[in-house]
């Protein structure tokens, strides 16, 4: 029942406590779902408890009657009690009578409400009911359970099993549809009034009514999972939530949303959500009763409680209750489930519960938020808190849309919010944002233009931020803002405040969820405001990059010569070189290069290269002028770092381009620097930069180096907030792959506009093509989650013979433990391809998310035409991208 629970005193003596141990041991059995019959008695329990109510009076070892005229806290109109009258066993049923409360009475209905508190407490098991149900509008019976002790805590943080409940039965509506659904419901979570429920109401076949006849009403509860029915028949489904973890064991969402507990640690006293069996893993207790009225059935089908319906009374009449224990395991419930085909499916009978989705960890990689830049994040709605408008888009005349703002006479603080209660929009989902990366430069930054300044010229406007539901909030007076400037009507200015000011003010920038700008509370009427460009972000930043030869030296990482005594110079070469680093070997064996170290020459200025492990690269040109004398003279590359203490050599054939120097010519090296860390070197401190033939086999070599640094290939563009997967080339350690076909997907001129592309081509061979990640090479977009999508362009060349081949996209991670495979058509701009015409597909990262792919670990994007029937397919993609909008 949806009610506050109240304490009631046990009015009879317990006796000897009935319990669910005992018989059985072994494993759980496996459902067959070919041989399940759920219309057959089910199997595998045994009966441990029952009242078949054959005698001619309550048995007070088996049941108490509660006494009060509370109920369940709902505003019921009925007084429950122990007479006769409204409780009594006769014919071989039990019959739960209300009645009109006699005149001046507290409560105008009598009912009665009995229960088995020790008497009869079970976990786990299949409590089952046989009944024939009351009617009318106001009637509410119910059969549920409520925990024995509140482990948990207050109603429902210890839980609560609602077997079956119905109201209002028999009802017909304006539209003459009769009321007939019972209902099957569990309570737990938060404190009231802060509580959740989840449940599914049931209808009975042929358009039976409940209240003509007798049904059996049933649970299954084992470990982690309940199951109801109605005659047998399996109709809802609900789970203890299961936590999704990515590829670094960090909870990042839940595979799926089911029930969840709150309650303090008993060690650390901290106030913890629990993702598990909690709280529906300790001794409950059964409870029959007949309310009158409340807020549920009151407030639904024709409303109030209709007293014509009570005349006479209302019965809810059973004809035994009865409770198995499930013998193979009867420590957790299970081996006995009666189940069928969809029952732990979402679209059939499984229920999603309430239980918060865990936010993604911080991945540390610094991110911007844009809350507001003329559209409408549905994530991060502009909102209303307190005076009842509708925050609404205008435009302006340089702007283009913004968002106004308005204060009437109720007082209130208007901005943008991202928590689940308020937001309307189906495409939206509540993402508080992690600004923890921008803590050192990051800004909350927006722009103001007041329309009509507050009636009250005392007014102070304000900013003020929350984070992690409210826990942590900061309020500033707008003058505290970089630009300190207090607002001018009809002009408008720019504000911005520091994260690491409001970290200070003891704002946790983990999980921002709140931005709000405002008149004072209460002194805000006749306001008029209207907001853009609000984001949160820091200043764009390039990659960091050195260059230790390109037309000169630099100073700071001289030409050096390690063990010979000779001084590198530099020497002119040809035009495309111009000036270049010349290095001559002699009889001593040696080593050569470019250092930053102090006792060499150097500015002692280590390089931090940590921030390019992600497509980073050494990269130098070389030309051999002449080749040492030694035949057997191979060629190596060399880096070391903090003064040594790590370092990586490699023959100079082991860089991406896999060359080998030709005498006379200039040919590109590079090295990847994740290969390089995954090697052993320390990113953080590299001091030493080495070209050499291998030591004692370098006599009579002289060659030049040019254009010699460590850098990003996109280094000198503001960070990206995403990865490029193909624009021209695949990107570093991805490549164009066929899964199975057996062909090689080539990169070929397209229009002007596009360049470079990627082509597939499908024969007979049933395939799926794409772009492919290198072994253990994985991309992280968890921080994209709240706002990043995939997108891709893509022309078809020619069709699949098969025209009714439909379009796919596939996206995969953590070496296939995750993945999600859609029509194309369901991409945002919900196209299918036109042959001949270049389209574009995006994809939501968070969509992505929910539907089950781990983020963490994206390692295979896959287009293509359904397997088996893309024979014929020629198509081409390009600008393939996982980013921020």
Not at 70 to 97: R, W
Not at 163 to 186: D, Q, R
Not at 456 to 473: D, I, R
Not at 829 to 849: A, D, N, R
Request: hydrophobic letters at 40%; charged letters at 20%.
């Amino acid at each position: 029942m949806r009610k506050r629970a109240t304490s009631t005193a046990i009015l009879c003596a317990g006796v000897t406590l009935t319990s669910l141990h005992g018989c059985g041991g072994g494993s759980a059995t496996v459902s067959d779902f070919n041989k399940v019959d759920p219309t057959q008695p089910v199997s595998g329990w045994v009966m441990v408890w029952n009242d078949e109510f054959t005698g001619s009076s309550i048995d007070s070892r088996k049941w108490t009657h509660e006494i009060n005229c509370a109920g369940g806290g709902n505003n019921e109109k009925q007084c429950y009690t122990d007479s006769a009258a409204n409780s009594f066993v006769k014919d071989g049923m039990l019959t739960i009578a209300a009645l009109p409360a006699s005149e001046g009475a507290e409560k105008p209905y009598t009912s009665a409400r009995l229960i088995t508190r020790n008497k009869a407490d079970f976990k786990y098991g299949r409590f089952e009911m046989r009944a024939k149900l009351p009617f009318g509008q106001g009637s509410w019976p119910a059969f549920w359970m409520m925990p024995t002790d509140s482990v948990y805590g207050s109603w429902p943080k210890s839980g609560e099993i609602d077997i079956m409940e119905a109201v209002n039965l028999k009802v017909p509506s304006a539209a003459a549809v009769v009321e007939s659904n019972v209902h099957g419901t569990l309570h737990y979570g938060k404190e009231w009034p802060n509580n959740s429920y989840s449940g599914k109401a049931y209808a009975l076949p042929d358009g039976k009514n409940p209240a003509d006849d007798f049904h059996t009403y049933a649970v299954e509860w084992q470990q982690g999972e309940i199951r109801w029915y109605v005659d047998n028949y399996l109709y809802a489904t609900q789970r203890q939530s299961d936590v999704r973890f990515n590829a670094k064991g960090e909870a990042v969402g839940l595979k799926h949303r089911g029930w969840f507990a709150e309650y303090f640690d008993q060690s650390t006293g901290e106030l913890e959500t629990h993702w598990d069996k909690a709280p529906f893993d300790q001794d409950f207790y059964m409870i029959l009763n007949l309310a009158v009225g409340g807020n549920w059935p009151e407030s639904v089908n024709n409303g109030g409680i209709d007293a014509s319906a009570f005349t006479e009374g209302q019965r809810f009449q059973i004809d035994y209750v009865r409770v198995y224990e499930c013998a193979s395991n009867p420590d957790t419930g299970k081996g006995c489930e009666t189940i069928r085909p969809g029952y732990d499916k979402l679209d059939d009978a499984l229920v999603e519960g309430k239980a918060p989705i865990p936010s993604p960890p911080s991945s540390g990689i610094p991110q911007n938020l844009t809350v507001f830049d003329g559209t409408p994040n549905p994530n991060w709605p502009a909102w209303d808190c307190c005076g009842g408008s509708t925050p609404a888009l205008a435009a302006d005349t340089d702007r283009g849309d913004v968002y106004e703002f308005s204060v009437g006479a109720a007082p209130t603080v208007n901005g943008f919010v991202s928590r689940s209660e308020f937001i309307k929009d189906p495409a939206g989902k509540a993402t508080p944002f992690d600004a923890s990366p921008l803590l050192a430069s990051g800004t909350i930054s927006f722009d103001m233009q007041v329309v009509s300044a507050p009636t009250n010229p005392a007014s102070v406007w304000k900013f003020k931020v929350e984070s992690v539901g409210a826990t942590t909030a900061v309020e500033l007076d707008l003058s505290l803002g970089a630009n300190g400037a207090n607002p001018v009507t009809g002009q408008w200015q720019n504000y911005s405040f520091p994260l690491k000011t409001l970290a200070d003010a003891g704002l946790d920038l983990a999980a921002i969820d709140v931005l709000m700008i405002y008149p004072a509370w209460g002194t805000g009427e006749g306001a008029v405001y209207r907001i853009d460009n609000v984001k949160i972000a820091q200043p764009n930043q390039s990659l960091p990059k050195l260059v230790l030869f390109e037309d000169g030296v630099n100073p700071d990482w001289p030409m050096w010569d390690c063990c010979a005594g000779s001084t590198p110079t530099e020497e002119i070469d040809d035009a495309a070189h111009g000036m270049t680093a010349e290095f001559k070997i002699g009889a001593t064996p040696t080593v050569m290069g470019f250092i930053t170290r102090a006792a060499n020459g150097g500015a002692n200025t280590p390089f931090d290269a940590t921030a390019l492990i992600d497509g980073g690269l050494i990269q130098f040109e070389m030309k051999v002028v002449s080749a040492p004398s030694s035949p057997d003279a191979s060629w190596k590359f060399k880096v070391e770092s903090n003064n040594s203490a790590e370092a990586v050599e490699l023959d100079l054939t082991a860089s991406v381009e896999a060359t080998s120097p030709v005498t006379g010519q200039w040919q590109t090296y590079s090295y990847k620097l994740s290969d390089l860390a995954a090697a052993g070197l320390d990113l953080s401190a590299i001091d030493v930069i080495m070209i050499f033939p291998a030591w004692g086999t370098g006599n009579g070599a002289v060659y030049r180096v040019d254009n010699a640094k460590i850098f990003h290939p996109d280094g000198d563009k503001p960070v990206a907030n995403g990865l490029t997967l193909f624009a021209d080339a695949a990107a570093e350690q991805w490549s164009i792959w066929d899964c199975c076909g057996g062909s090689t997907p080539t990169v070929e001129d397209d229009d002007a506009a596009h360049g470079k592309t990627a082509e597939f081509v499908i024969g007979a061979a049933p395939t799926v093509m794409g772009l492919l990640a290198d072994d253990e090479v994985y991309y992280d977009a968890s921080a994209l989650m709240a706002t990043g999508v995939v997108r891709f362009e893509m022309k078809v060349i020619s069709a699949p013979t098969n025209s009714a081949a439909v379009w796919k996209f596939k996206i995969e991670a953590g070496d296939t433990s995750s993945a999600v495979e859609l029509d194309l058509s369901a991409s945002l701009e919900g196209k299918t391809p036109v042959p001949g015409q270049w389209q574009t597909y995006t994809f939501p990262l968070q969509s992505l998310f929910d539907k089950g792919l781990d983020l963490s670990a994206i390692d295979v994007l896959m287009v293509f035409p359904a397997w088996g029937t893309g024979e014929g397919a020629t198509y081409r993609l390009d600008n393939v991208v996982i980013t921020n909008p």
